[in-house]
């Protein structure tokens, strides 16, 4: 109906002229349009941001604290303590009190320590341990990790909602290309776990290997 389109397009151009209002007004001098609250909080973020850009690796004499201690629960409360040890040359070895680390050389509570700021004390405790491993090879392995777990996390998912439910043609391909994905997402998985042990036993570190220093920032995130 003709009354139907007339309104429509009526309340489109309302809504744009509203929407330009907004942002014209969020625009004008940076966090003007903002509470106050969230003004603060975006500017300590870009604060941080920027000191974390120019962050370095913190020399062995450096460094307050060496080794740092954490306490971290399992899903069964249960606690375990991680510690965190700089040697020279940049080199952090990391060990945990827990089984799977004594018979693996890795736990998720090792992983916990580099992205769960609720496993620390204080706001001095964890940083404490992010001058310690700030940079190092150790850091760089376990974001790694982080990742290629949650790649492989996705990957496995996707594959599970394609499973066959008959022999059919449509679904079987479906079906392996997201086993492919999933078996390449895998072999990273186990070259990123591969990695970290061997940074977190601090073994296989040679003098002629890249410094740290040189790694992109990025990795530091």
């Known amino acids: 109906m003709a009354w139907d ?49 120019g962050a370095r690796m913190l020399r062995f004499h450096e460094l307050q604290q060496n080794p740092v201690s954490v306490t971290c629960r399992d899903e069964n409360r249960a606690t375990y303590t991680v510690v965190a040890m700089r040697l020279r040359e940049g080199i952090v070895k990391m ?36 001058q310690l491993v700030g940079r ?11 990742k290629a777990l949650d790649d492989f996390a996705g990957a496995y998912r996707k594959m599970k909602a394609v499973r066959p439910s008959d022999v059919d043609r449509g679904q079987l391909r479906k079906f392996a290309e997201q086993a492919y994905r999933a078996s390449k997402s895998a072999d990273e998985l186990a070259m990123a776990l591969e990695k970290f042990i061997r940074e977190a036993e601090a073994r296989g570190r040679g003098s002629d290997e890249k410094c740290i220093m040189d790694l992109p920032a990025v990795i530091a995130s």
Request: glycine share 4%.
């Open 136 to 146: 190092t090879h150790l850091e760089h392995a376990a974001t790694k990790l982080t």
């Open 95 to 130: 060990t945990c009190q827990c089984q799977r680390y004594s018979q693996e050389g890795w736990c998720r509570h090792c992983l916990a320590v580099f992205s769960d700021c609720e496993v620390f004390e204080s706001k001095k405790h964890r940083e404490a341990f992010e």
């Open 5 to 53: 389109t007339e309104l429509l397009t009526k309340l489109k151009t309302e809504a744009s002229l509203r929407q330009k209002q907004r942002l014209r007004a969020s625009s004008q001098s940076g966090s003007e349009g903002m509470p106050a609250a969230q003004a603060r909080i975006g500017s300590i973020l870009r604060s941080e941001r920027n000191l974390h850009r």
